[in-house]
């Protein structure tokens, strides 16, 4: 059995999926590994080039755009690595990072999964770690304060910057933008969640890693450039309402309906605040109505859920 299996979902990345595989290539070295991108039906011609220049790597191509989860899984399918790690196809892999992930698992037999230190294109931070989202977690967020306070231990959650990224630590999951999975562990859990389209996948994930008793840990000695919602800026604003629909499918799932409610309530509430700030300020500054239109979406989100009672976020404006 090989060491590593990395599985990289594509759509519509074809530049940064050349620089991404190339990164992989220059810096993989001391383990066996095998590279599966599972392409999601793009039309910029990425399969194509990965054929071209990439001969080695195994190429799944689907028909249609199946979302980040079901790609990893098809990716897991294909594999055959002790390890299993998902990465983002705009990203750019820092020398020794696969390495130090494999050596980091082999001496923590506890750890069902790692993540790495999520660097930005100019070299600075980018969170890659949070606390799982909850109504609370939400309701901060909401209301600003996770803004205005990121350094608290209270409002903080998602952000997390009240601590030193430059520790080893247990956290509640990991991003999935490069995460390391041990096999043993995806086989007693299961694969990812495919009712998550995009986003909150990875905590589901790790949930249900703590849940059978495996930890979740963030290694900083791992670093990889994270270039940032390449594939999801083609969704163009609309995509945060991907992020409430499947936060509020995470809360529903491990917290049940009542809290799935409180969710979409607090939600709710929170546009209604924005929409009467940015009605006040759109005689100002221009672009508020822009922010004024989005908040419409996102009221419209959380009062088409209580009518319909779906969780399902499979695609943007649906009742989820």
């Known amino acids: 059995m090989i060491d590593l299996s990395v599985a990289i979902p594509s759509w519509n990345t ?30 910029d011609g990425s399969p194509e080039m990965v054929a071209s220049k990439y001969p080695h790597v195994k190429l799944v191509r689907n028909r249609t755009n199946l979302g980040f989860a079901a790609a990893c899984n098809i990716g897991f ?8 790690l998902i990465l983002n196809s705009d990203t750019i892999v820092l ?28 070299g600075t931070l980018q969170r890659s770690c949070s606390k799982f989202p909850s109504v609370l977690t939400e309701l901060f967020d909401a209301l600003y304060l996770s803004k205005l306070f ?27 933008s490069c995460l390391i999975v041990r096999r043993e562990t995806i086989e007693e859990v299961g694969l990812l969640d495919e009712g ?18 495996w930890k979740v840990y963030y290694y900083p000695y791992a670093q990889v450039i994270h270039l940032g919602g390449e594939s999801s800026r083609q969704f163009g604003k609309d995509i945060l309402l991907h992020l409430y629909a499947s ?30 700030v ?10 508020m109505v822009d922010k004024l239109a989005f908040q419409l979406k996102v009221l419209e989100w959380s009062l088409r859920g209580f009518a319909h009672g779906s969780v399902s976020n499979r695609a943007v404006g649906s009742s989820a």
């Open 77 to 84: 399918k294909h594999s055959t690595g002790r390890y299993f």
């Open 196 to 213: 998550f389209f995009m986003y909150t996948e990875e905590a589901d994930w790790c949930y249900r890693m703590w849940q059978h008793g």
């Open 278 to 287: 940015f009605s006040i300020q759109r005689f100002k500054h221009r672009e």
């Open 14 to 43: 074809r530049e940064f999926l050349d620089q991404c595989l190339r990164s992989v290539y220059e810096t993989a070295k001391g383990f066996s590994f095998e590279v599966i991108v599972v392409d999601n039906a793009s039309s």
């Open 247 to 276: 936060r509020n499918r995470f809360i529903r799932k491990h917290h049940g309906v009542v809290a799935a409610v409180l969710h979409r309530t607090v939600v709710m509430v929170g546009a209604l605040c924005r929409l009467l």
């Open 95 to 122: 020398p020794n990072a696969f390495a130090y992930l494999i050596q980091f698992m082999d001496e923590h037999p506890e750890a069902g999964a790692a993540g790495c230190r999520l660097l930005n294109r100019d």
């Open 150 to 176: 990121p350094n608290s231990r209270i409002f903080g959650g998602y952000s997390m910057y009240y601590w030193d990224f430059d520790q080893i630590r247990e956290v509640d999951f990991a991003g999935g």
